[in-house]
């Protein structure tokens, strides 16, 4: 996942807008719209460890595309709609709330089928 799709995830999940993380940043919402869509690459490093410390994940987490994110305080990976959204459709855009609710319902049947194997 580039910076840009990280920024954007964290952004909505933490209730703001574009115009607001640009204000805390000290940047236009130009800006921020810029980074999200990947259209500049080269955040300053201020920037960057201002975002990580607002949404408190490692600066790691936003600059590397391959870093993933272990939450310290219970050592899963948080995992937002969002994120599973783009994991699934790819981030297009074009995601229903029908087509979310089958993938739900796919995994609670794996989940289903696995707790049974266990019983066996």
């Avoid at 115009?19 to 805390?24: D, I, S, V």
């Avoid at 130009?30 to 960057?48: L, Y």
């Avoid at 937002?80 to 049947?109: N, R």
């Amino acid at each position: 996942m580039t910076t840009g799709q990280k920024i954007k995830i964290l952004r909505k999940k933490h209730g703001l807008t574009q115009t607001e993380l640009g204000e805390r940043l000290g940047v236009q919402k130009n800006a921020v719209s810029k980074w999200e869509c990947g259209r500049v690459v080269d955040i300053p490093a201020g920037k960057i460890r201002a975002m990580a410390e607002m949404f408190d994940v490692p600066t790691s987490y936003l600059v590397d595309e391959d870093a993933v994110y272990v939450s310290p305080n219970d050592g899963r990976v948080q995992v937002s709609e969002e994120d599973i959204k783009f994991a699934l459709f790819g981030g297009d855009g074009e995601i229903t709330d029908e087509m979310y609710q089958e993938v739900q319902l796919f995994a609670s049947f794996i989940k289903a089928r696995e707790a049974a194997k266990k019983k066996e």
